[in-house]
């Protein structure tokens, strides 16, 4: 009887501190190994590597050049591990772009091919969204399983649902719950005791929006004179963004903290979360927020799915005209702070709205541990 698990070849490319490595990971860390075991090829320039993360626990990483510097070297590469390592089942996060993985492991001789959307587009990004409208139907050729992070993803990269497993951007429940503790240590050792302080953890890059971000920072700062911004993350708009800071002349109310490991403490820290995305497929950090019952305002370009809590968050739109109704809802969350009623604001229990609307990663790594268990038949 064979006891081995089942390889999964699990292509990510960029590990940058983002949200679909953070979602990869998780699934890996809560999926039984014993039945299915992950392996990843990522690009060799990243800032992070997951080698000694995943190694430990059974999974391979393999290195390739980054398609954005040499696409004909990571495709090649790509191709030879499946073909030497005989991979059967590739699942590609990488959206549009999954031709260029998906169509080197078809030739590999991968019998099943899976694409996961984690992302669409937005009308101000035209460049961006050329290539994405002619990739997309190469990638989805090329595919023969197809997965999506939510509905609003899985319309507009397939076209439709039918036939589309959505696979939700899952957390932690448990890990991700409020705690007294985390957010008392952080305050001092962040010194922020007595701040009112609004959090943002995503990639520094233009669908992040920072730019909106901290101009509406600076603004809410103004209503509130002990709001303090806290963001976490790195990426190629950082430099322009901390130089925006300074230019504002706000940088005693904002701290930078970079890329972070214990990303579940600093929810705790956090008064409210902003998420001013340009576009979002189903953005895992707002599926955190709400498990930590974190109040959360986010972009009305983040798809409605998202709201899986609608006493915690609210889409409010991103022009500059919209910064008044940011701010309003945000006194409102810092008045009930501050109000005598504290039991009003109780973040200590577990979100039931996590569990029933299918966010719980122990119950979701079940559910895509029988969809691999059963394309390994194939």
């Not at 190694?55 to 393999?62: A, Q, R």
């Not at 050329?130 to 990269?157: D, E, Q």
């Not at 889409?315 to 109704?325: A, H, K, N, V, W």
């Amino acid at each position: 009887m064979n006891t081995e698990p089942i390889r999964v070849l699990q292509v990510i490319g960029i590990v940058a501190g983002g949200g679909v490595e953070s979602v990869v990971m998780n699934y890996y860390k809560h999926i039984d190994r014993s039945k299915v075991q992950f392996d990843f090829i990522v690009h060799d320039d990243n800032i992070i590597d997951i080698t000694d993360i995943v190694e430990p626990m059974g999974g391979k990483v393999y290195k390739v050049p980054s398609y954005s510097k040499n696409i004909f070297g990571f495709m090649q590469g790509v191709y030879n591990i499946v073909k030497k390592h005989k991979y059967n089942i590739v699942h590609c996060h990488m959206t549009t772009l999954g031709v260029f993985s998906l169509g080197p492991a078809w030739l590999a001789g991968a019998k099943v091919r899976i694409l996961h959307g984690h992302s669409t587009t937005v009308k101000s990004e035209t460049k961006r969204n050329i290539m994405k409208l002619v990739l997309r139907p190469f990638s989805t050729f090329v595919s023969n399983y197809h997965f999506a992070c939510g509905r609003l993803v899985a319309r507009w990269l397939y076209g439709d649902e039918i036939g589309v497993h959505i696979i939700n951007n899952a957390v932690d429940i448990e890990r991700f719950q409020y705690n007294e503790e985390y957010r008392e240590a952080l305050r001092e050792e962040l010194n922020l005791e007595g701040k009112f302080i609004i959090g943002h953890v995503g990639r520094f890059m233009y669908q992040k929006n920072h730019e909106y971000l901290v101009r509406l920072f600076s603004y809410v700062l103004k209503r509130i004179p002990t709001a303090h911004l806290v963001l976490v993350g790195d990426g190629p708009s950082r430099e322009t963004i901390l130089n925006q800071i300074e230019t504002l002349g706000i940088a005693d109310s904002v701290t930078y903290l970079g890329l972070r490991n214990d990303v579940y403490r600093l929810y705790s820290l956090f008064d409210i979360f902003y998420l001013p995305s340009w576009y979002e497929g189903l953005a895992v950090v707002a599926v955190e927020s709400q498990a930590t019952n974190l109040p959360l305002l986010m972009s009305k370009f983040v798809t409605d799915e998202a709201v899986i809590d609608d006493s915690l968050a609210k889409r409010i739109g991103i022009t500059d005209d919209d910064m008044t109704s940011w701010a309003t809802e945000t006194e409102r969350i810092y008045n009930k702070i501050n109000s005598q009623q504290t039991e009003v604001y109780d973040r200590s229990n577990i979100n039931d709205s996590i569990n029933t609307k299918g966010y719980n990663i122990r119950l979701e790594a079940k559910r895509l541990e029988e969809l691999y268990c059963a394309y390994s038949k194939n």
